[in-house]
């Protein structure tokens, strides 16, 4: 397995954008101009997000975790971005509804099961209503990139999983 790549570059604030493809194409070709993931990336992964939402209405801080399939990254990375207004996303298992989003974490997977273990600890972040509000108002990528890896637990995931 790739170790997971994860600096200030990719993490993103004040994105503006007027709705979510706007959003996810910022974000995706972020990732496009550092060579982490491929140019089909960002069309998959605004394609996979109509398909399959991602909007989560979590406690304070509304997220969204577009992934798409592996075989548009490069290398395995975990973009943030730090929306300057809210932009309305499908909440994931809920069509009819949507959720103003103002964090994104782009998942950019080269191994399906490896995007399940970050799923499963983002998703324990996501019940944390102080730890987004904390990452929606902070201005520095290495505040953020630290409490994320401490959270996120970045050193368990870059080996040693089954």
Same mark, same amino acid.
């Given at each position: 397995?790739?170790?997971?790549?994860?600096?200030?570059?990719?993490?993103?604030?004040?994105?503006?954008?007027?709705?979510? +493809?706007?959003?996810?194409?910022?974000?995706?070709?972020?990732? =496009?101009? $550092?060579?982490? =993931?491929k140019?089909?990336?960002?069309? %998959?992964i605004?394609? $996979? +997000?109509g398909?399959?939402?991602?909007?989560l209405?979590?406690?304070g801080?509304?997220?969204?975790?577009?992934?798409t399939?592996?075989?548009?990254?490069? !290398?395995?990375?975990?973009?943030?971005? =730090?929306?300057?207004?809210?932009?309305?996303?499908?909440?994931?298992?809920?069509?009819?509804?949507?959720?103003?989003?103002q964090? =994104?974490?782009?998942? %950019?997977?080269?191994? %399906?099961?490896s995007?399940?273990?970050l799923?499963?600890?983002?998703?324990?972040?996501?019940?944390?209503?102080?730890?987004l509000?904390?990452?929606?108002?902070? !201005?520095? !990528?290495?505040?953020?990139?630290?409490?994320?890896?401490? !959270?996120?637990?970045?050193? %368990?995931?870059?080996?040693? +999983? $089954?």
């Open positions: 397995m790739s170790e997971l790549f994860f600096n200030e570059s990719v993490i993103l604030l004040d994105v503006e954008g007027d709705n979510k +493809e706007e959003v996810l194409a910022t974000i995706s070709n972020n990732l =496009v101009e $550092r060579g982490l =993931v140019e089909s990336f960002v069309p %998959a605004i394609k $996979r +997000e398909e399959f939402a991602t909007g209405p979590t406690a801080v509304s997220v969204a975790i577009p992934h399939d592996v075989e548009h990254v490069n !290398k395995k990375t975990i973009s943030i971005a =730090v929306l300057k207004n809210p932009v309305d996303f499908v909440i994931m298992g809920d069509d009819s509804e949507t959720t103003p989003v964090l =994104v974490f782009m998942l %950019a997977m080269d191994e %399906a099961h995007q399940l273990s799923l499963q600890k983002l998703m324990q972040v996501f019940q944390e209503e102080d730890t509000k904390y990452l929606v108002n902070q !201005k520095d !990528k290495t505040k953020i990139k630290s409490l994320l890896e401490e !959270k996120l637990d970045f050193v %368990a995931l870059k080996g040693g +999983e $089954r």
